[in-house]
């Protein structure tokens, strides 16, 4: 098994920026998002934003993919990590259900398609103690 790769977060008003650009198959995308949020919790970092505006290769999820892939990310999170996905607003489901699985699932999650939106819903987080 490969180790996955060692993210270099950029800082922004406190909170992790991890930038994906270039072609993914959406499971090989929604594992690296996986691992940065793993990363993220490790070095105690309780915000990320992954901006994947910039990526192709993959179609708008599912909803049972959208269910797989919050469920995994919340297993990643273990409640620390609260996580915003900048994307193309085709990827947005209108009743936003990935939002709504990732709370059922114990993590605090939303998307935008502007990274000033995102920025702008992490400030209003309380920071972890």
């Known amino acids: ?11 922004t008003e406190g909170v992790a920026v991890l930038r994906l650009a270039g072609e ?5 995308g929604v594992h690296h998002i996986g691992d ?7 070095r105690r970092l309780s915000k990320l934003m992954v901006v994947i505006t910039d990526t192709i290769g993959y179609g708008v999820p599912s909803l049972s993919m959208r269910l797989a ?14 996580l915003c996905v900048i994307c193309r607003p085709e990827f947005i489901d209108p ?4 939002v709504t ?3 059922n699932f114990g993590m605090q999650a939303d998307v935008f398609t502007t990274e000033s939106e995102g920025l702008a819903w992490m400030r209003q ?3 972890h103690a």
């Open 24 to 28: 993914f198959a959406i499971q090989a």
């Open 95 to 98: 009743n936003k259900f990935g």
């Open 69 to 82: 892939i919050m469920r995994e990310w919340a297993d990643a999170s273990a409640g620390f990590v609260r």
């Open 36 to 42: 940065a949020i793993t990363q993220a919790r490790d």
């Open 125 to 127: 987080l309380d920071d």
């Open 1 to 11: 098994m490969n180790e996955p790769p060692v993210f270099d977060f950029e800082l």
């Open 101 to 103: 699985m990732a709370a």
